[in-house]
């Protein structure tokens, strides 16, 4: 069997230490960025990559120092390009693992025209959006994905932009994989993550991520004991969806509109099952927490929606093949000379 | 009956003008191709409004093709027309004071009706075809063409509209006939192109040949016109335009090289033609139309990254977009070539319209201290070799490289002589090995004499690195903020770039003395007027020499000696004055600047005045 790019070649893992790279690590003690390192580097470690065949292409930001910390290839870019970047590598280069590192300023903000050309072109990579609610490396403002009435330096008065709901945008710009995970739910984010690497086509993964310097505990109600259990949601492909510190809580769909109701009220089998190919309903849970009449919704965590689609990469590899097959590749003097050419003697 | 006389003339300035509409674009690149069949040396000047499709019949809708061509050597594509054709009263409105005394002026009189008047802003009463004094000047052609081209087509089955786009045919083959020239490799084109079109096919050769033939019998002119082959070098020839030069040496680049070549770019007059002829050759190279100028350049970059050579070409609105990945390139010292086919600004200015203005964008148009070689086409066939050296150059010096072009040169056609692929100078590609590992860790900023550094590329195994946008520190790329280091690099990377003058060739004087009065140094597109002018003031006894710059940045080794050898020193540039300030702070002479920005090229007379008013006032 041919394997992709990304994908063990043998049973054995490499131990993840050997992906870390010499540099000291530059963010600040707390950082949910570390955790996240921890999992990239024990999931290509689990999935036994060569390292030389691994590229971490970033932009500008806090998230966007990753690169600098893997034994691999990589670039530190510039701000929000990183897509655009790892696209023009993947066209000429099939045979790489390729993740793109970005936030929610540098994917959402500065680079959201190339995020959403990315996902519908469908390119083969991984992308990690860590999304901390806010502009760290510029030391806290606003970002795209902060939410309603946000006070912070650049919005004394409180915000007034709606925030980006990533996901959702991702979903309306045809992406074919979408997933979440916590920075500090390291067994899941590990699962999202090898799983968005067996993605074959662009994979997003939004990363929430604790900012500990200027947005303490932005999602701590998704990630405190106390309140986790009835705030999110860990979504199972062809499980029913059900929650809640008693694991006493279901979602059923009524027509399009997603209810809870009790455990007790109704039989599992009226659950709604989640349906990681079904759009429609990807779309609805993508929507779970944006939408103020679904209040109360807890926000679905692992893959929300992962279909196939063929690869920009390989339509174009086809039309190339196809060209070769019919123009040839052989020295171009006979295409230069065209059919209106004379001699002087 | 038929003529049987036929007048020698060594070159001929002709110029199509007709609606945008009216197909005058094709008319002119068939005649020009036509004229490189009969091995004329030739320079075009195609000159289209900026609106898609105009307002027929009005002035700003005018489009035109004029070509040069001879059998002496052609630099420019003529300040004045030896024949004007005028489809209508707006085509000879905007034209007719570029035709020579004495010319010839071919005119559709159906395109000279009320209407067509008023749309001219012509009163009525005073129809210029048959203004005596005005017509004086001229041998005049009036010729009903659209009439005629209707009744030619009466029973095509065709519909009006369908006749009367073919009504440029009956011009085209009209003027076949005045200059002696067969309609056959007109013919063949129409048969290629519309082939799935048999209607309108036949109609199109029916016109064609009609016009030829209204042209016997009416016996319209005294003579016909001759000319001849021009001994050009031995070789093979084709006429190429300047984009589609640019777009072969791009596939030569592949093939010499064997890398995989990424063409990013995104849809912007006058560049996009490049990636038109490109996106055809998949089998050579892989282009990518992105979603923003900026995603071009950094797919590109990415491509390098990735081992491949990525190109990206946009104009001046498009490359400001692309400063600051140019800029990342540079830190990145990656091979990259960026073309601009420059045209009129500021802002969006006039997109169809020439300008040689962005060259102090392409030297300094970046933050930080980001040096990067610049090199210039001065015709439509050297943008084959501008580019190819380009190439070389961003290869195996590891830098980003920008070629200026501009929609003259872009859109321009002129004869190239075909260079065999094969034949074309190596490339050396500075690929990494063992000899960049230092205790066992790549080195990916270790120099070599030309300091330039090794290109590591992602599958290599051992030679793992991470390099960006930060400071770095040199031979190790690890980020250093160490002020002496930054120093170092900036100082490095300007010195990287300086040092290529030891591989480029020597600037030579390409017409005129070597030693005199009075020295005229260009640029780029202003090359054929620049000779034309300066062989005719030395012709005329003048101590005058003609030198021009292929290579800007950096500048060839010899220019200040060239330069020290001239009392005066004559720099015509089409833009306010751009080169004439580096050549001063560089040089410390005190050059004269000669400007022109109005979207047009220089003619050979405005140098002329220029050259000899300098002179008259010493
Ligand atoms: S500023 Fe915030 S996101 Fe950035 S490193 Fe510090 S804690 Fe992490």
Known sequence: MKTRPGQSTKGVSSPSKSYASNQEIRWCPGCGDYSILKQVQSVLADENIPK?????????????????????????????????????????RKDLN??????????????????????????????LLFNNEIYGLTKGQYSPTSPLGTVNKTAVWGTIDLPFNPLKLALGADATFIARGLDID????RQVLKRANQHNGTSLVEIYQNCNVFNDGAFSVLTDKATKKDNTIVLEHQKPLFFGVNNDMGIILDGFSPRIVKLSEVSENDLWIHDEEDSLKATILTRFFDNPENDGFPRPLGVLYAVNRPTYEDQLRGQKKMAIEQLGQGNPYELFKGKNYWEVK | MSINTSELRENIVIKFAGDSGDGMQLTGSQFTETAAKYGNDLATFPDFPAEIRAPQGTLYGVSGFQLHFGSTRVHTPGDEYDVLVAMNAAALKTNIKNLKPGGTLIINIDGFDDKFLRLAKYDKLDNPIEDEKLLSNYTIHKIAITQLTRKALEDSGLGIKEIDRSKNMFALGYVYWLFNRKTDFTENYLEEKFSKKPKIFEANIKVLRTGYNYGITVE????TTEVQAAAL?????????????LAYGIIALAYKTGLDVLYAGYPITPATDILHELAKHKNYITTFQAEDEIAAVTAAIGASFGGGLGVTASSGPGIALKTEAIGLAVALEMPLVIINVQRAGPSTGMPTKTEQSDLLQAYYGRNGETPLPVLACNSPADSFDIIYEAGKIAIEHMTPVMVLSDGYLGNGSSPWSIQDPDLLPEIDIPFANQDHIKDGKFMPYLRDE???RPWAVPGKK??????GGLSKENETGDVSYDPENNQLMVELREQKVENIAEFIPEIKIKAGVEKGDILVLGWGSTY??????????HDQGLKIGFAHLRYLRPFPGNLEKVLSQYQNILIPELNNGQLIKIIREKFNVDAIGMNKVQGLPFTKNEIINKIQDILKSE
Do not use: Q
């Open chain 2, 450 to 452: 030309r300091l330039s």
């Open chain 1, 98 to 127: 390729i993740w793109v590192v970005t936030g929610d300023g540098d994917g959402l903000s500065i680079g959201g025209n190339h995020l959403i050309h990315l996902l519908r072109r469908n390119f083969n990579m991984n992308v």
């Open chain 1, 52 to 92: 030389e065949e691994i590229v971490f292409i970033s932009g500008i930001g806090c998230s966007s120092r990753f690169p600098y910390y893997l034994d691999t290839f990589g670039m530190h870019s510039i701000h929000g390009r990183a897509p655009a970047i790892a696209s023009g590598l993947r066209a000429i």
């Open chain 1, 186 to 189: 390291p067994l899941l984010l």
């Open chain 2, 528 to 537: 054929g007027a620049l000779m034309s002018a300066v062989t005719d003031c």
């Open chain 2, 220 to 223: 319209a002119a005294s003579s």
């Open chain 2, 233 to 245: 070098d031995k070789g093979i020839y084709r006429n190429i335009r300047g984009n589609e030069a």
């Open chain 2, 462 to 467: 051992g030679f793992e690195h991470r390099i």
